[in-house]
């Protein structure tokens, strides 16, 4: 069965600093392409990060570049997202996914997780 789990989420004020993590079981993890998405209340879910299976790789949103890194260890298969200087703007739910490909479209990615709330208080 798989299973993404998000983790690491909550309020952090403006300035602040969060790592999400997500860990993964039900698959072999290190032949998955892994991203992050988040998705604000009455908005639809956009692309925030992603990185190749070797970790070689990473894209991240415009605007994100600079305040946010993904990563993963292969070897405990997790994924990771540490979010710097955040914004009242980075507030969503953020989904982490597996996919085949290295894209910023959700439908590229064939398993979800359930979401991490992030709150970034002014």
């Known amino acids: 069965q798989v299973q993404l789990v998000e983790s690491g989420g909550g309020l952090v004020q403006a300035g602040g600093s969060l790592k999400l993590s997500c860990a993964a079981s039900g698959f072999t993890f290190s032949s998955y392409v892994m991203g992050w998405f988040r998705q604000a209340p009455g908005k639809e879910r956009e692309f925030v990060s992603s990185i190749t299976w070797t970790g070689t790789t990473t894209r991240h949103a415009d605007s994100v570049k600079g305040r946010f890194t993904i990563s993963r260890d292969n070897a405990k298969s997790t994924v990771y997202l540490q979010m710097n200087s955040l914004k009242p703007e980075d507030t969503a739910v953020y989904y982490c996914?597996?996919?085949?490909?290295?894209?910023?479209?959700?439908?590229?990615?064939?398993?979800w997780g359930q979401g991490t709330q992030v709150t970034v208080s002014s």
């Open positions: 996914a597996a996919g085949h490909f290295l894209s910023s479209s959700p439908n590229s990615y064939a398993y």
